[in-house]
Structures are given as structure tokens and as C-alpha cells.
């Protein structure tokens, strides 16, 4: 895989992630990128 497209498909992951965190209440703020 091209060391790009991990970089985008990390964003895409992290973003979703984040999305469904605060849609959830922020109760998944367990993981470090939570803050």
C-alpha cells in the first residue's frame, strides 16, 4: 500500500471514530486520540 493512502485511510478512520464518539456522548474517550 502506498505509505499516502494509509495516511488518508488513517484520517477517514480517526474521523469516523470521532464522529461516532460525540454522536455516542463521548463515552468511548478511552483511546488516546480521544482527548
Do not use: E, H, N, Y
Request: without cysteine; proline residues 6%; aromatic residues 8%.
Amino acid at each position: 500500500m502506498d505509505p499516502l493512502d494509509m495516511l488518508l485511510l488513517t484520517i477517514v478512520l480517526w474521523i469516523a471514530w470521532k464522529l461516532s464518539d460525540d454522536f455516542d456522548g463521548g463515552k468511548r474517550s478511552k483511546l488516546p486520540i480521544g482527548g
